[in-house]
């Protein structure tokens, strides 16, 4: 696994990475960082030729692992793209030169459930709204109750929350949500009835939708789950429901959405993700006094990189010291790849 020049593998890190993990990958490899870049440029950018040149191994976040960066890494043997899916990869490329892609799932599913309940309460109490009038100046002496009456919520105690996708995140909402005495219901078709035994009940999207006093989306992006909710989905929904969305953008339907907050068909929502990012300074989203909006940011923070540069040590020194990373992204292909190889 070594290159010709060097007793120990060279790494070469250009995602954002915890220094006390460096530290120890030091033990293993010569260890290379570069200054990270959120252009999403490919690896093969003149700075890091000569560097790319000599690598065994990559870990990227933004950075692109294209067929140029491929063709300028000629001793490259492995690669960590620090994202739960490896969309800055090339993972057909990869598998045609035998390059196994491991990558750090999870990395930001505490991050973000904490996010995701903070719009649920965020939403439900009207923190946001409350303190945006109250910082206009409008709390006076002349109705001191007025905000008391205006910002009126909910409580969460004995409340019903339903979690679409039973993964990562949803997992740990669920945990946050059993914590605030709330009942809960998960929609996951790959998910046994009894996954959660008393914690939670699985049950199907219709259910999940008339019975939710709250709803919060969680499930990945794939064809089968954009639109997942639409007009027909919405309208289960009690008027006094409300829609959290600190998943993915294109699960819902926007005008299906856009048009029950309108008319006040359902109490509320509240978004950390949109169907154009960023939305338009005059998009609609931004006037209706029933959404609470942040601006994606689920998984901003330096706690999602104290856990990918986890994940990735991890894989990296499984790599080196020939065993098998937990999550490659080509692992079947390139097995599939081998088998022909032996025929």
Not at 26 to 38: G, I, Q, R, T, Y
């Amino acid at each position: 696994m070594t290159s010709a020049k060097t007793l120990r593998p060279r790494l070469l890190i250009t995602a954002p990475f915890d220094p006390a993990a460096i530290e120890r990958l030091a033990d293993l490899f010569d260890v290379d960082v570069a200054e990270p870049s959120l252009a999403g440029a490919s690896l093969a950018r003149s700075e890091l030729a000569e560097r790319l040149a000599v690598a065994d191994a990559v870990v990227c976040e933004v950075d692109r692992v294209d067929e140029q960066a491929l063709e300028s890494a000629p001793a490259l043997k492995f690669v960590v793209s620090c994202r739960a899916s490896p969309v800055n990869v090339d993972l057909p490329a990869c598998t045609r030169r035998g390059i196994p892609v491991a990558t750090t799932p999870a990395r930001n599913a505490e991050i973000t459930a904490d996010l995701a309940f903070s719009l649920i309460l965020s939403t439900v109490r009207h923190t946001s709204a409350a303190e945006r009038w109250m910082r206009a100046g409008h709390w006076t002496a002349d109705d001191i109750f007025e905000p008391y009456a205006r910002f009126r919520g909910i409580g969460l105690g004995g409340r019903t929350l339903g979690i679409l996708g039973g993964g990562a995140i949803g997992r740990r909402v669920m945990r946050r949500a059993l914590a605030f005495g709330m009942d809960v219901l998960v929609y996951d078709p790959f998910l046994a009835a009894d996954e959660f035994g008393e914690q939670a009940d699985v049950v199907g999207l219709d259910v999940l939708m008339s019975r939710s006093d709250i709803v919060t989306v969680h499930v990945p992006l794939h064809e089968s789950t954009v639109g997942l909710i639409g007009a027909d989905e919405i309208a289960l929904m009690r008027p006094d429901a409300y829609l959290i969305n600190a998943g993915r953008a294109a699960v819902v339907e926007e005008e299906a959405l856009l048009s029950a907050l309108r008319e006040k068909r359902i109490a509320g929502a509240g978004l950390d993700v949109f169907w154009s990012e960023p939305p338009a300074a005059d998009a609609e989203w931004l006037r209706l006094d029933n959404v609470t909006v942040t601006p994606h940011i689920g998984g901003a923070s330096d706690d999602v990189i104290t856990e990918h540069s986890r994940i990735a040590e991890r894989a990296l020194r499984a790599w080196v010291e020939g065993g098998q990373p937990a999550a490659v992204a080509n692992a079947a292909e390139l097995l599939t790849a081998s088998r022909h190889a032996e025929e």
